[in-house]
């Protein structure tokens, strides 16, 4: 997982030669103060990195060159604090290929009533030199993110780390590579998609292997590895009986050990970030992996079920968005629902799939059957999920485009407890509410596998969409039928004219 500390987002200024040396040292140095401001708020998630003022054509154009070849770099923040003739930029933006955010502010938050003069005008002039900019963007149809507001307001700043978080995830997506485990459950369609448009578009490197490979790394586990493992469990989590030393099912416990150890060693040698699996395949496993591929999620692995890359590689990138964010990122589905006039949920699991970042409570670790596959009965984490706001994302592969669905949900305590129920689930009341938020996701095509999380909002699934140029439909509070239904339509005639 790429560790966003080391990542930075250029702070790039621009102005011209009109002003004179002494207006150009003024405007650096107050570029250098925003910069040591922002960074020193502690709330933004990378570094920013002050560049030398750009006041021509040829220094925006070596900059936006060294961006796009420099390691690390997510993104570049511009900001015109004096006017920046805006031709000049064309060259730059032309080949700069990675994401920018419009950063439109000011240095002086208050006009000084009592002192202002011609002086303070022509340097605190980003309110048109700002304009100049966002003109020649828009003439190029440059896909940017525009912040207004003092650099100092909390508002701004939130959502320049939104933004940050967004360029991040969009910086570990040209780096995501999935190792498929047996193809897509057989006849299934929202989980197909065209792999080759998906690595052109974002980024993603997905292969298959052979089960035997990975069994084969099964197998060369060692016993003093399954043991050390096994001991980790049980300081972990709440062991049932059955799985503790002696216990009947404890030979299932090591079995579970060693397809972890096994298939983490595979995604670690070969560079992994994500994997799939399917229950249709797995020749030379004896159980459905599920504790393994919980931990493994916990880790930052992306993960979907029954060959779902999609959802593999947007995990990935929605954990790496969200580091050290509050709340977990998980591979879901939507299971069932609870249709009570006085209470709508739906209530979200998987066979055994959900990752234990979710939860703040020790989770069980139990075996039971599992009515699909016809392999030995796999391990799981059972927990239940605490209250809070989150978001299900949903990307598919409408054959001539991919589209980004994001759903904001609401998750509750369950009313009642389910103790015969053997999976981690969750219970959440979709927004606007269930009959709207599941009539314009199943409109929008949405897939019943997502990715669930508790740390980001559709803020940063939008920036993400964006910086991908892919289509995103946000379902929400406002959301209703007939304006969405609308914007679908729309969105059709706007992709094909692309
Ligand atoms: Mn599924």
């Not at 292997?209 to 980790?232: E, F, N, T």
């Not at 890359?309 to 998980?330: E, Q």
């Not at 699909?372 to 796999?378: A, E, H, L, Q, Y």
């Amino acid at each position: 997982m790429i560790g966003t500390k080391k990542l930075e987002a250029w702070f790039v200024t621009g102005s011209q030669h009109l002003y004179g040396a002494e207006i150009l040292k003024k405007v650096d140095e107050h570029a250098k103060n925003i910069v040591k401001g922002l960074n020193a708020t502690g709330q933004l998630s990378v570094k920013i990195v002050l560049k030398p003022v750009v006041t021509t054509p040829d220094e925006i154009f070596r900059i936006c060159e060294e961006a796009n070849t420099t390691s690390g770099v997510v993104g570049l923040i511009t900001w015109m604090h004096t006017f920046s003739p805006a031709k000049m930029w064309i060259a730059g933006l032309s080949v700069l290929n990675k994401p920018f955010v419009h950063l439109h502010t000011q240095f002086n938050r208050d006009i000084p009533w009592a002192d202002i003069d011609m002086n303070f005008m022509n340097l605190n002039q980003s309110a048109h030199g700002d304009r100049e900019f966002g003109y020649i963007s828009t003439r190029m149809g440059l896909e940017r993110k525009v912040i207004a507001g003092h650099w100092k307001d909390p508002e701004v700043i939130s959502q320049l780390d939104v933004w940050l978080r967004s360029a991040t995830g969009w910086y570990a997506s040209k780096k995501v590579k999935i190792a498929r485990f047996g193809d897509n459950m057989r006849e299934v369609a929202v989980t197909e998609g065209d792999k080759v448009d998906a690595q052109i578009r974002f980024g993603w490197s997905v292969n298959g292997y052979a089960l035997g490979d990975l069994a084969a790394y099964i197998r060369q586990v060692s016993k003093q590895a399954v043991d050390h493992l096994c001991q980790q469990y049980e300081d972990e989590y709440h062991v049932m009986d059955a799985l503790r030393k002696g216990g009947a099912a404890y030979d299932s416990l090591r079995e579970a050990a060693r397809i972890e150890l096994g298939l983490r060693a595979f995604l670690e040698e070969g560079g992994f970030n994500g994997f799939t699996d399917t229950f249709e395949n797995l020749h030379g496993l004896s159980q459905l992996p599920g504790l393994a591929v919980q931990r493994l999620m916990k880790d930052g692995y992306g993960f979907g079920a029954e060959g779902d890359w999609k959802t593999a590689a947007m995990l990935h990138i929605m954990k790496t968005m969200s580091r050290g964010l509050p709340g977990g990122n998980s591979f879901m589905e939507d299971y069932t629902y609870h249709f009570d006039p006085a209470g709508m949920y739906v209530l979200g699991a998987h066979m055994l799939e959900i990752c234990p970042s979710l939860t703040n409570e020790k989770p069980g670790l139990e075996v039971h059957p599992l009515a699909i596959g016809g392999k030995k009965d796999p391990l799981r984490l059972l927990f239940n999920v605490p209250q809070g706001s989150a978001i299900n994302v949903s990307v598919i592969d409408l054959g001539t485009r991919f589209r980004i669905i994001v759903n904001e949900v609401e998750t509750i305590d369950p009313p009642e407890e389910m103790p015969k129920l053997p999976t981690a689930r969750v219970l959440w009341r979709p927004m606007p509410d269930l009959k709207t938020a599941a009539a314009a996701w199943i409109y929008a095509g949405g897939s019943h596998h997502t990715v669930f999380s508790q740390s980001l909002s559709g803020e940063y699934i939008r920036n993400f969409a964006e910086m991908a140029g892919v289509e995103f439909m946000l379902i929400d509070k406002n959301t209703s039928i007939h304006n969405f239904k609308n914007n679908l339509r729309w969105n059709a005639v706007y992709y094909h004219s692309l």
